[in-house]
């Protein structure tokens, strides 16, 4: 594998982990240990394949192992910052305002929806970056849609609807 090759696609991963991870410094590093990762494992990139794609899978499972390695923090109301979240009807404050929507989106439905619009890899493609089926790939891709209109339009979360709980039969 030539390294101008896995070159070429810096600019696209950067995006994309920029993108997952909401702040420039955790994405040049998730981008590092994507690529040391890539160098590690060449041999295990089959040629002729799309490596565009395979680097992308790489920085999935990187990602989500830095997600699950992570301390959990206590949720945030959201009721409770909003005040501080509210931005201003210019460009670069909406440009702001759609990351911050981007980064409210559960993890999967964000990923979708940067893998097909960001990056513009087919349905297939991100099904097997993400390793999921293709119409799981559809199926977030609609909800994260539909989850990030309603964020940037200001719309409240839907009620969960409550369900009665299980009965115990003897």
């Given at each position: 594998m030539e390294s101008s090759a896995i070159v070429d696609h810096i600019p696209s991963l950067r995006r994309y982990a920029r993108a997952l991870t909401?702040?420039?410094?955790a994405a040049d590093d998730?981008?590092?240990?994507?690529?040391?990762?890539?160098?590690?494992?060449?041999?295990?990139?089959?040629?002729g394949t799309d490596l565009r794609a395979w680097l992308f899978t790489i920085m999935h499972n990187v990602y989500a192992s830095?997600?699950?390695?992570?301390?959990?923090?206590?949720?945030?109301?959201l009721d409770d910052v909003v005040h501080d979240l509210r931005g201003a009807d210019s460009h670069r404050d909406q440009a702001i305002d759609l990351q911050r929507c981007l980064l409210?989106?559960?993890d999967d439905q964000r990923a979708v929806l940067?893998?097909?619009?960001?990056?513009?890899?087919?349905?297939?493609?991100?099904?097997e970056v993400l390793g999921i089926p293709a119409g799981t790939v559809m199926s977030r891709l609609s909800r994260a849609?539909?989850?990030?209109?309603?964020?940037?339009?200001?719309?409240?979360?839907p009620a969960v609807?409550?369900?009665?709980?299980?009965?115990?039969l003897k």
């Open positions: 909401g702040d420039r410094w998730l981008v590092q240990d994507t690529l040391e990762r890539a160098c590690s494992k060449w041999r295990l990139w089959v040629v830095q997600v699950r390695r992570a301390p959990s923090r206590p949720p945030v109301a409210l989106l559960p940067l893998l097909v619009a960001v990056e513009d890899l087919s349905y297939a493609q991100v099904a849609r539909s989850r990030l209109q309603d964020l940037m339009e200001g719309t409240p979360p609807a409550s369900r009665p709980g299980l009965r115990r």
